[in-house]
């Protein structure tokens, strides 16, 4: 192996949230600096809204009907 052509590890690199979170652990940056952890991450705290706000759920009942209507004409047709 060639040498010093590794970046410096440092065991004790700090990792810090937008929220105020901070983690020790091993990395090959001092300091890390991010937007969301897994104490403000909307997945982990439970806190996520599904919003629909474009009606797509409707629109599919309303797809969904119509093809059933239109499967139960047809079998009285060949009825």
């Known amino acids: 192996m060639k040498a010093d ?7 004790d690199a700090k990792i810090t949230c937008a ?9 090959t940056r001092k300091e890390i600096h991010v937007d969301t952890c897994s104490n403000c991450h909307p997945f ?5 809204k599904l919003i ?4 797509t ?5 309303k797809r969904a009907a119509k093809t059933t ?3 139960s004409r047809k079998a ?4």
């Open 57 to 61: 759920l409707e629109k599919f009942k």
């Open 76 to 79: 009285r047709a060949k009825a």
């Open 69 to 71: 209507a239109l499967r």
């Open 44 to 48: 982990y705290t439970g806190k996520q």
């Open 5 to 11: 052509i590794h970046p410096t590890y440092y065991h």
């Open 52 to 55: 629909d706000t474009a009606g």
């Open 19 to 27: 929220c105020g979170a901070t983690y020790i652990t091993g990395s």
